[in-house]
């Protein structure tokens, strides 16, 4: 088991091909415990060749890494017992209700009957699931499938779950509560390794995002350090008075003035410090602001000026995650 003091997960140039085909070509990891580290990618990327390695199961081609303090190529079996998978597809047994898929789960870690029983209670109770627990789980919703699914992977309460593209599908209130889960889990002590097409679910959710493209990873930070790696960022000042958009425009003149709408857009990177420079030449000016506005890229245009893709979708490079 990992000790607090150790990351959760650490990789070392992972390498990976698929015939002539790289998928991962050296990529570094680094991800605290209790965190949510979210990797974002296009398709084809490696996102989902990353979580397989991860995860045991397929072999990397190059370097080394370490999931929950255990060495992936010399102690698999450790790593599966402190890991948990929710991949793409769910692993839900349809002609099974949800009670059972989740004695089946329990009987799989040997928690025994008695305390397999238990879990099962609990889990059912933690992700809203009793009162459909003797139903099939065939006549679940598309959300319930996916917290009876998260739920199966928490039986051996992991200390990492790797959650490849979890609220693929589900509507924005099912996606919402799927988020509070993962929050929850986190909060417990949990790390999450997230991959997802979903730009805003990386922005709520993670610590850490990674962009990777091509098979290497092209930047990483936190949601806010990636915005500031992008032009595009501005302060909108608006005016009453069309002189004092003149004068404003004088004050900064690297500026976009709106005639129509009165406004001056001054370039920022967002920062405490731009935004206070900004104010303290607006004070000295004296300029008369109606109101102002601050304008940040979002993970969008983050994605689009660092990779080139249209948006970030599933790996095909290889077989989706569909086991645990």
Do not use: C
Not at 264 to 281: A, E, H, K, M, N
């Amino acid at each position: 088991m990992a000790t607090p003091s150790q990351p959760a997960i650490t990789a070392t140039g992972l390498r990976r091909s698929f015939g002539e085909h790289v998928v991962l070509d050296g990529i570094d990891l680094h991800v605290p415990r209790g965190t949510v580290f979210s990797l974002l990618g296009a398709n084809g990327a490696g996102k989902t060749t990353t979580v397989k390695i991860l995860s045991t199961l397929i072999k990397a081609d190059g370097g080394s890494a370490r999931v929950a303090g255990h060495d992936l190529a010399t102690e698999p079996d450790a790593v599966r017992a402190a890991i948990g998978v929710t991949g793409q597809f769910s692993a839900v047994d349809n002609l099974l209700t949800g009670r059972e898929n989740l004695v089946l789960m329990a009987d799989l870690h040997r928690l025994g009957r008695s305390a397999g029983r238990r879990r099962v209670i609990e889990l059912l109770d933690q992700f809203d699931l009793a009162d459909a627990a003797d139903k099939p789980a065939s006549t679940y919703s598309g959300g319930m499938r996916r917290r009876l699914d998260l739920a199966m992977t928490l039986v051996g309460t992991p200390e990492v779950i790797f959650l490849d593209e979890p609220t693929t599908g589900l509507d924005p209130r099912s996606r919402r509560t799927m988020w509070e889960i993962i929050r929850e889990l986190v909060r417990g002590g949990v790390t999450i390794f997230l991959t997802t097409q979903y730009l805003e679910e990386a922005d709520e959710l993670a610590d850490r995002i990674a962009l990777l493209d091509h098979g290497r990873l092209v930047a990483e930070g936190t949601a806010e350090q990636l915005k500031r790696l992008v032009p595009g960022g501005h302060v909108s000042l608006r005016f009453t008075d069309p002189e004092e958009l003149d004068l404003a425009t004088r004050v900064f003149p690297d500026g976009t003035r709106d005639d129509e709408a009165l406004t001056l857009q001054v370039p920022s990177d967002g920062g405490v410090q731009t935004l206070r420079t900004l104010l303290d030449r607006v004070a000295d000016a004296s300029l008369e602001v109606d109101s102002l506005s601050m304008h940040t890229p979002d993970l969008d245009d983050v994605f689009l000026s660092l990779t080139g893709s249209s948006s970030p979708t599933g790996d095909p490079a290889s077989p989706k995650v569909a086991s645990r």
